[in-house]
């Protein structure tokens, strides 16, 4: 048998505790990056509109890539932590690294802008069908 700790062995499966976790983390990752929350709430507006107007294959569109936004966001925020921890002072190999998840940051943006725009443009559409019928 490996060598694990007693304690890992005995711990059940705790979807609560889980999803405390997640909360938290989702807190924390709002609250202390700002480019996090603004694209949260531009998301919610839009996903709210799409919601509203039943516009479903839109709905589920922005919520994948928002999803998916928001997860490169995070990892790179995780990394850009992991990186000031390990060495604090500059170094051009951390700087590299977080150089790297930024532009995986940046594609992921570039596909929520282009998406949430066209998504826009198709709800003010769906928004003036509505009121002038």
Known sequence: MPNIPIHRLRRRFDLFRKVRVFFSGLKLAIWSDFSVAYKMVLSLIVL???FWLREWFDFL???VVTGLLLVAEIFNTAIEEICDYIQPEYD?????????ASTAVGISILI???TLLLEIWRIWQSLGQLFNA
Do not use: R, Y
């Open 61 to 63: 569109l922005i919520l």
């Open 112 to 114: 929520w802008v282009c």
């Open 92 to 100: 051009p190999k951390i700087g590299a690294i977080k150089d790297i």
């Open 48 to 50: 709210g509109t799409s």
